[in-house]
């Protein structure tokens, strides 16, 4: 019978060359599984989606927690960054926490010390970015284009009282590159549910006041949406005036076939200014729109494709430009900044209706959460 050893004997050689490889191989780092991501509850409830009809479009906006909390979770217990988009997060972070505690201090320091305080709403913010090529009679132009939105609610200071800061016309039309945007701020008081009276003043030389009521609802129609829209509005440096929009969303899934009427009207000019769009859209997202004008070129799309096409005539007896545009739009590796490249075509009757290819491209940053939570103290 053959010993155990004798049969190891034959083995020995190969065994010391599996070891010795073992020995000179340089380690490799063993593959890490998969976290789970990093979600604040108001992005889970907004990818459940928003009615069974459009249940696989996630529907963006605002948090609605206080600027008391906003301050607790970003003291709370959050890992250090890793790599550049965790540090681009907490960039984001820092400045988003700083402005809530200066809109909690500013509400607070105006409050009637014999009133109990009341929690003051985190108060988001939106920057965009938009730069605009087109060629136009063998030269090129070039416009860049800023859009701030701030929206502070104040409710020690006085209940249903706003303060905002915007780069918005005030008639809210369709946003065209290259138009000059001035800053506007004021106070915004709530009438009623869908009612709003706002009274400011635009920053410009000599300072423009203005006032303004506004109307606008959202009605959800199974498969159809509607958006009405309504404003009166007065600016000491032209006129009275108004202007009124009714868009119309048709869904079927993630598609989207959109069409958005405005209509406006000053004293002054005594002639009614107009657009019409048509967009059909493949979207995953959408941010819901703090101004009207994002309607009419898809800009509430946070994700996804869209094509539109759009006529415009400074009055109702005719067209003076259309524009066709394919607008892609998608978040960065940071869900709270996202891209866009939109290529276009436009023909303008003052340039005798030639094709005028251009091209946007842009960045859209939303304040609206913390992009890293951590566990509160």
Known sequence: MTSRSALLRPCLPLMLICLAGCVTTAPTDPVVIAQPREITTTEVLAEAGDGADRDSVARYRPT??????????SAGDIAPPLD????????HDVLYTR??????????????PDKELKPVPAAPFRIGVTGELLGRNDK???SLDLD??????????????RIFVTSVELDESPEVAGEDSNLRAGLRYQLLKYVSFDIGAKADLPPVAFMAVKWSREYHLGR?????????FAETDESVGYAAAATFDRWSGRRLLRSSTYAKWRNDRDETEWSQSLVFALAEQLIVPDRYGSYLRARDIGKGVALHLLASGLDAHGVDYYETGLLIKRPTGNPWLHWFVEPLVRWDRRYDWDADPGIRIGLDALFWDLARWGRAP
């Open 84 to 91: 550049f988009r965790q540090r681009l997060d907490r960039a």
């Open 99 to 112: 402005f809530q505690r200066l809109v909690e201090a500013t509400d607070r320091r105006y409050a009637r």
């Open 140 to 142: 090129t132009e070039a």
């Open 148 to 161: 701030l939105d701030v929206s502070l609610r104040l409710p020690n200071l006085e209940d249903r009282l």
């Open 224 to 232: 159809w949406d509607f958006y009405p829209f309504a404003k009166l």
């Open 64 to 73: 609605e927690i206080t600027t008391g909390e906003v301050q607790a979770i």
